[in-house]
């Protein structure tokens, strides 16, 4: 891959709507994932065990630079893995081949579905791809590859299967330690926003499997809970992206999506990031209003979780507690929900507390928090009643 074809994809990448102050969405048809996924390696171990681990726990402008600076390609001096897992063993000598096979075309696709399958059993296979040449390049090909497939929606089964493969070794990069502030560096997750950004009317299962494996990619980098993903993200237009998949996704994705959202706020520096105009805060609120509306007449008690715990985070700060006053869906304050938490003590009591902060009097909150409409203070401007949820009309503080 040469340099003009990485920056040329990094330019795509960025092709999705701004948000330094505003974050804009649309709708996007989403099929649903139906029976059964398949048994290739590529969709079950790459999304469904992020979903399953997602946890309840309450734990706490694009990227100007080009992908092309940090990245291992093959313009550089090649240097071999630098880490192997053990040494000697015949299963590494085999792992260490099917790397090399991602540079032959011919071979690619196999070594493809084999390293997708052993990456939850070897454990250095991060620091081994990362530091092989070529490797890196070779998937991010991979990717580049389908670009023309979501514009017009031409993606078909196998070409899905194959870049979801490609996805989730890199999903396994950014779970590693010792790889994933190099990945962050090399801005590779903007070669995956595309992705996240098809506004398509295809109602196949390829792309619904393509979206949700490049959530898994992010949600694997902000599961670790580090300063650094968030920072980075926040300079991307992951916000934006994850409010469309959330207003118009299928349960999965939205419960993927609905998860970095909150584990950005759960971030000091993402909270203070999303209420600090009422452009932003709005919108995270609409789209928050919006699904417990959805979710009161097709209940999910997981997806319902995290979107309580991400309101039970915005009533941290003083200014979205009290714009939350008057914009928080009557459905979380009533008994809509009491039989979907029956059984989950965790999001009850994080319900109960949410209410609890919203009934706190602006008098008692901490000397200096002006919570009235401003040019510098406040995030509540006039509010219009749209169906259950009081929307916040967007202007800049």
Not at 52 to 67: I, K, M, R, Y
Not at 74 to 95: H, L, Y
Not at 239 to 247: D, G, Q, V
Not at 323 to 343: G, H, I, S, V
């Amino acid at each position: 891959m040469t340099l003009a074809q990485m920056s040329a994809a990094v330019h795509l990448a960025q092709q999705s709507p701004t948000s330094s102050g505003t974050m804009s969405t649309g709708s996007s048809s989403i099929s649903s994932i139906g029976n059964g996924l398949s048994n290739t390696g590529r969709t079950q171990s790459s999304f469904v065990g992020l979903i399953n681990g997602l946890g309840g726990t309450g734990v706490g402008s694009s990227v100007a630079t080009s992908a092309s600076s940090n990245l291992p390609s093959s313009t550089t001096q090649a240097t071999g893995p630098a880490m192997p897992v053990t040494s000697g063993t015949v299963e590494n000598e085999k792992i260490y081949q099917c790397i090399n096979d991602l540079l032959c075309a011919g071979t690619r696709e196999a070594a493809l579905m084999e390293l997708s399958r052993k990456r939850e059993s070897v454990a250095d296979l991060a620091v081994m791809l990362w530091h092989s040449f070529g490797a890196i390049a070779a998937l991010l090909q991979e990717i580049i590859a389908v670009y023309p497939t979501i514009h017009p929606p031409t993606l078909n089964a196998h070409q899905s299967n194959r870049v979801c493969n490609a996805l989730a070794l890199l999903q396994c990069v950014a779970s590693h330690l010792e790889t994933r502030a190099v990945f962050l560096q090399a801005n590779i997750p903007l070669f995956l926003y595309p992705f996240l950004n098809m506004n398509t009317n295809s109602k196949t299962r390829p792309f619904e499997y393509l979206r949700l494996t490049s959530l898994g990619v992010i949600g694997a980098l902000v599961k670790t809970d580090e300063k650094e993903v968030i920072n980075f993200l926040l300079k991307t237009e992951i916000i934006p992206l994850c409010l469309r998949i959330m207003e118009s996704g299928t349960e999965l994705s939205k419960t993927v999506a609905t998860f970095i959202l909150q584990k950005i706020l759960l971030d000091e520096t993402g909270l203070n990031y999303i209420c600090q105009t009422y452009d932003r805060f709005s919108h995270v609120a609409m789209i928050l209003g919006k699904m417990v509306i959805a979710l009161s007449k097709d209940q999910s008690a997981r997806l319902l979780k995290h979107v309580i715990r991400c309101y039970l985070r915005l009533s941290d700060n003083p200014r979205a507690r009290e714009a939350l006053r008057q914009c928080l869906p009557d459905q979380l304050k009533n008994e809509t929900f009491f039989a979907c938490l029956k059984d989950d003590r965790t999001t009850k009591s994080w319900l109960h507390q949410l209410l609890k902060n919203i009934e706190t009097k602006p008098e008692q909150l901490m000397p200096g928090s002006s919570l009235s409409p401003g040019p510098q203070s406040g995030l509540m401007g006039p509010t219009s009643q749209a169906g259950n949820v009081q929307v916040v009309n967007t202007k800049k503080i």
